[in-house]
């Protein structure tokens, strides 16, 4: 990654939309810096919209990085009706998507339509042992819905070869670097050029 369109992405941080640092139509990385906590559940609102059944997102990144923010905006984009908080005590939580949330619903007739999302927060996972224990391996092609895991660095030795990678980096001040990666590259996450698009378009 080049560090000019770097810095310069991060200078113009203080702006009051994300900032796209790289904006190659090309380049395989979204690469963003969020000013706030509902920036960052505006990008995930976005995303959100564009997932379909089965689509798996792996998100990663330190304690309080925005993880479970950034899902919260991908519930909003997927129609979710119910607060999304982290799963302290389950490794697992579901939540149903209302018809009326999502640009494709139509009460579900639509089969790409996602009815649930899976919310998998694996901080607390004591081995892979456990994930046998709630059918982790079903979670990761859910054929209902979208999932949804933070740490999943805890499970990768069983993580599937495709999936769409959200990194977020704390940058002080209220500030976070996403970086969302298709992996790999294009397949079911090729729109990930129209939200860069998209939010390139927004400032
Ligand atoms: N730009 C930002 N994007 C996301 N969160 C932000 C931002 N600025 C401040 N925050 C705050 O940082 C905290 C992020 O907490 P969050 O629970 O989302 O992190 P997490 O990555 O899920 O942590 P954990 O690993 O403990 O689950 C929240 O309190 C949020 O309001
Ligand atoms: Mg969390």
């Known amino acids: 990654m080049p560090t000019l369109p770097r810095r310069r992405g991060i200078e113009a941080a203080n702006r009051g939309w994300p900032t796209v640092v790289d904006a190659r139509p090309a380049w395989p990385v979204l ?46 984009g997927l129609g979710v009706a119910d607060a999304v908080q982290s799963p302290t005590f389950t490794l697992v939580s579901e939540h149903p998507t209302v018809a009326d949330g999502h640009p494709s619903g139509d009460g579900g007739a ?41 740490w999943p ?19 002080g001040d209220g500030k976070r670097r996403l970086a969302i990666e298709a992996v790999p590259p294009g397949g079911r996450y090729a729109w990930l050029g129209e939200l860069r698009r998209e939010l390139s378009g927004a400032g």
């Open 31 to 76: 690469d963003l810096v969020s000013n706030s906590a509902a920036q960052t559940r505006e990008i995930g609102a976005r995303l959100g919209r564009r997932l379909r059944t089965g689509d798996l997102v792996l998100l990663h990144g330190d304690l309080g990085a925005g993880k479970t923010t950034l899902a919260q905006g991908i519930a909003r």
């Open 110 to 150: 639509d089969g790409d339509r996602p009815a649930h999302l899976y919310h998998l927060d694996l901080y607390r996972l004591s081995g892979d042992g456990e994930l046998d224990s709630f059918g982790f391996d079903d979670y990761l092609a859910p054929a209902d819905g979208v999932a949804l895991v933070e």
């Open 153 to 171: 660095e805890r499970a990768a030795s069983r993580l599937p070869p495709a999936y769409l990678l959200v990194r977020l980096e704390p940058l």
